[in-house]
């Protein structure tokens, strides 16, 4: 499971990294939860360069008649998305990169959550798989018609990095394969599928960090501080 997240990057950085425009308002966050408005990397088209945009975490389905649904499909497994109805075209069709700079899952002892961020060796910027949809309400009730767009992340089984603590972790893409996911030409195939698999846990770290971050309501550099590098 992935269920927060940071991106704690400085705007050029996000830019360079991804090949994209940033928007002169963009801000570093250290503790993105569920819910919330996220920035992701995708292409409209196979003749569209990579944008930047704006989405709510937490897929709605095309089909779905609330979009309250999407509090329980802010994750999706990589083994079996392409066969369930919620995931299947958006999947195919629709996959995007989720740009941070660390994630963080929780070991429990005994009724006390003790929370972790996992990091790359050199705090560097990474991406998590994520693919998207657009939903509109089909009771109405929003008279402008208006379309929302949200996204998911993709999980898959852990490295020994996460063994002790959980036992799924989000899906992290290597560079040199942006391209290939972003493609939307290109639907999903055992070759893109080979994509999903546990990241190499000598590449990354893991620091246990403040409880701060257990409460959505905090957002800043404490969240992430480390109090223990294991």
């Known amino acids: 499971m992935c269920g927060r997240y940071k991106l704690a990057a400085k705007p050029e950085k996000v830019a360079n990294h991804f090949s994209v425009k940033i928007p002169w308002d963009f801000k570093p966050r250290y503790n993105i939860a569920p819910g919330q408005e996220i920035v992701v990397v995708r292409r409209q088209s196979a003749s569209s360069p990579r944008e930047l945009a ?126 290939l996911w972003l493609d939307p030409d290109a639907p999903f195939s055992p070759t893109i599928k080979d994509l999903l698999q546990p990241f190499d846990a000598a590449k990354m770290q893991r620091r246990q960090v403040s409880s701060r971050v257990n409460s959505v309501k905090f957002d800043d550099p404490e969240c992430a501080e480390a109090i223990i590098s294991v």
């Open 54 to 179: 704006t989405l709510r975490w937490g897929l709605v389905p095309s089909w779905a008649k609330d979009a309250s649904i999407g509090f329980k499909m802010i994750n999706a497994r990589a083994e079996t998305a392409s066969d369930k109805p919620a995931f299947r075209q958006a999947i195919n069709r629709r996959r995007c990169l989720i740009p941070a700079t660390g994630f963080y899952e929780w070991r429990r002892e005994g009724k006390t959550r003790i929370p972790f961020c996992f990091t790359m060796l050199d705090d560097s910027i990474f991406a998590l798989a994520g693919i998207w949809e657009s939903w509109r309400d089909p009771a109405g009730k929003d008279p402008t018609g208006k379309i929302m767009e949200t996204v998911s992340i993709l999980t898959t089984g852990t490295n020994a990095l996460l063994d002790d603590i959980h036992d799924r972790m989000p899906v992290i893409l290597q560079p040199a394969d942006y391209d």
